[in-house]
């Protein structure tokens, strides 16, 4: 295993109330170390509002302000709004929102901010479901996931969330992984370099919420990947696409590190199989179809 | 547009409440478009479009949007405009508490229409009534220079108190009626209003932060601290009017007293029912009658000592509700018994249920409603009349 030194300003700072092992407080302590201290976040309630910190103690070096858990992207238009008028258009806006904050109860106004292509970074911390009040499902949860409010399984897909965003022609949507660090912070960085809507989904496996050891986090991020249960990608303007990693492993290695899908039945792992082949399948048909222009 | 100074324009009430936006010089506007409210955005915009509003204007896709949008802008440090009507208001009620809490001194008009269901777009008073609770100041304001007057006194306040404040202005009556309103200057606006620098307030140079979860007694403490500016607020706002009087020669008070010299009988409402309310007293007057009338500018904080002065030694208090709280009656009624409650020699009071859902409510009605009532024993409950 190769060993990553890092030089970074630490943006957020030990002490957290994350959980031993979280990758979502290891995910934006790398996000942040990129964007440095000219960033302000908009955090609603989620996972990362818990690890941020309770008042009067902050986690980060940098102005956080907590909305209501359906108007993230709404409040960072009116943040981004009030510093251009403040001649600040150099401060960059983010938010750091969960999966339940962006897929469901926020969709309405983020989608509205795209739309208007309001200048901030949106990334939305995946953990495929309501895990800051104990694990229920969002519409971000996989086929066949057990979560609380799915005890049997979820029924229906994945949202996709990456297309969506896409087809609102932003100027930049991705998925990302601190399991694949250098293409994490490749993407933020690039993603800093331009003005408008962009838009990153980071895949936060989730160590109570989908049963994974403690130490497992990151292996399972990576096998997100590498099984192509969650593909690397960018799409910029809405229609160019490069894939940033190869699907390599089968299904069921992702799987068999999780407690949320042992009640699998051998059929519906192989249905999943044929799921993902699909998807993936369309993701090559668009790099090919419509790739990213030289750089 | 443009006027010749000190010679009256004609505008309606919502766009007189856009001039008194554009004159008070905020920096962010996200607005949304609700009948009765639309030409307040559409004025703002166009006054955007010609150059003369420079503020960021946010179209966003809801009510809801717009008051989260605000909220985080006024924590940003700069002076923040909307205006909304009814559903609008109902679907921010969440973010209208969410305003207060984070002390966002926003300035919102609300053109006050009927609540659905059923469907309905008449004057009525419930949607920002049903608000009481946000810990918003609310100002009711019965023409459109006084809608514009107090646009720019809100600001004053809620500056001052870090608090936010709704103008609230009947639909149609007072919305789309054309008035003659003289426009100030922006002279003697710039020097009313100074400009919005807080103390605190979302900066990278600074690194405040605002919504983090608190202690029990971090709330506690919170709300105290609410209720402490909201307990001057009655004073602020008499000063504010008192300010803007000297620069301007027009007062509107927070409670109104129209001759209430000597008056036995004393008509208690808000809004644009004040107007008609004013007829009935007159007439009433030349027929020999001891009535007057209190115009109840400011709702919230309630004056109450304002008001128990106003109503010492009168005999009947007769409140007019343009608005309906299920169970309870008229809001008006119910808060001007809480408020007079215990008062020594305290008047009768009667309420009445009327213009509810934009009913008409005529001089001669109002004439016949007081006739009605004084001297009658009171009823805790409001009595539907028409």
């Known amino acids: ?295 | 547009m443009s006027a010749e100074p000190g010679l009256p324009v004609l505008l309606t009430g919502n766009h007189a409440v856009a001039w008194g936006a554009r004159l008070a010089r905020p920096k962010v506007a996200p607005v949304y478009p609700i009948t009765p409210q639309t030409p307040v955005l559409e004025l703002l915009t166009e006054f955007q479009a010609r150059g003369e509003f420079d503020a960021e204007i946010i179209t966003v896709e809801s009510e809801h949007s717009v008051m989260s949008a605000c909220i985080p802008a006024s924590l940003a440090g700069v002076r923040v405009f909307t205006a909304t009507a009814s559903q609008g208001l109902l679907l921010m009620h969440e973010l209208l508490h969410y305003a207060a809490g984070a002390r966002a001194p926003i300035v919102m008009a609300n053109i006050n229409r009927t609540v659905a269901s059923p469907w309905a777009f008449w004057p009525d008073q419930t949607d920002s009534l049903a608000q009481r609770d946000t810990g918003w100041i609310q100002y009711y304001v019965e023409t459109a220079q006084e809608a514009l007057d107090t646009v720019l006194q809100a600001y004053r306040v809620a500056e001052q108190v870090l608090l936010p404040v709704m103008v609230n202005l009947d639909a149609f009556y007072v919305s789309h009626a054309l008035e003659p309103v003289l426009l100030p200057s922006q002279a003697v606006v710039d020097a009313y209003l100074p400009p919005f620098e807080p103390r605190h307030r979302l900066d990278t140079a600074r690194v405040e932060s605002w919504g983090n979860v608190v202690s029990q007694d971090m709330f506690y403490r919170h709300r105290q601290a609410t209720e402490d500016s909201m307990a001057r607020v009655p004073g602020l706002a008499a000063d504010a009017d008192r300010e803007w009087s000297e620069r301007t020669q027009r007062s509107w008070g927070v409670v109104e007293r129209y001759r209430c010299e000597d008056a036995a009988t004393v008509i208690v409402t808000l809004g644009s029912m004040c107007g008609t309310a004013r007829d009935a007293v007159d007439e009433m007057r030349a027929a020999g009658q001891a009535v007057g009338l209190v115009k109840l500018r400011l709702f919230r904080p309630l004056p109450v000592a304002a008001l128990r002065a106003a109503l010492t030694g009168v005999e009947d208090v007769v409140v007019l509700d343009r608005n309906h709280s299920p169970g309870c009656g008229g809001v008006l009624h119910q808060e001007l018994r809480a408020a007079l409650y215990g008062m020594p020699l305290a008047p009768r009071i009667h309420g009445l249920l009327a213009g509810v859902g934009g009913v008409n409510v005529p001089v001669d009605k109002i004439c016949g409603f007081v006739r009605g009532v004084v001297g009658k024993p009171t009823v805790p409950e409001s009595m539907w009349v028409r």
Request: charged share 20%; with cysteine; hydrophobic share 40%.
């Open chain 1, 1 to 295: 295993m190769d060993k990553i030194e890092l030089h970074e300003e630490p943006m957020l700072c030990a002490g957290h109330a994350a959980c031993p092992g979280c990758v979502d407080a290891l995910s934006v302590r790398h996000v942040l170390a990129m964007l440095g201290p000219d960033t302000m976040a908009v955090i609603p309630p989620s996972c990362m509002a818990i690890i941020a910190g309770p008042q009067p103690y902050s986690s980060l070096k940098i102005p956080v302000y907590q909305p209501t858990l359906e108007a993230s992207a709404a409040a960072a238009s009116g943040l981004r709004r009030a510093l251009d008028a403040q001649g600040k258009r150099e401060t960059t806006v983010i938010v750091l929102a969960g999966d339940g904050g962006t897929y469901d109860i926020g969709f309405q106004c983020l989608s509205s901010a795209a739309e208007r292509n309001e200048n901030f970074i949106y990334f939305c911390l995946d953990n495929e479901g309501y895990m800051n009040t104990g694990a229920q499902k969002s519409s971000s949860t996989p086929h066949y996931a057990w979560t609380g409010s799915t005890p049997a399984g979820k029924t229906s897909r994945k949202k996709n969330m990456t297309e969506i965003m896409a087809a609102h022609g932003v100027p930049y949507v991705a998925t990302a992984s601190v399991g694949h660090l250098a293409d994490l912070k490749r993407k933020v960085m690039r993603a800093k370099a331009m003005r408008g809507t962009r838009f990153i989904t980071l895949l936060i496996p989730c160590l109570d919420g989908w049963g994974l050891a403690d130490d497992a986090g990151l292996t399972a991020a990576r096998l997100a990947v590498e099984t192509g249960a969650f593909p690397l990608y960018e799409i910029e303007d809405g229609r160019r696409y490069t894939l940033n990693a190869d699907k390599t492993r089968p299904i069921g290695e992702y799987l068999a590190l999780q407690r949320r899908y042992r009640h699998m039945s051998a059929e519906q792992v192989g249905a999943l199989q044929v799921e993902i082949d699909d998807g993936w399948a369309r993701l090559q048909r668009h790099a090919a179809l419509d790739p990213a222009l030289p750089a």
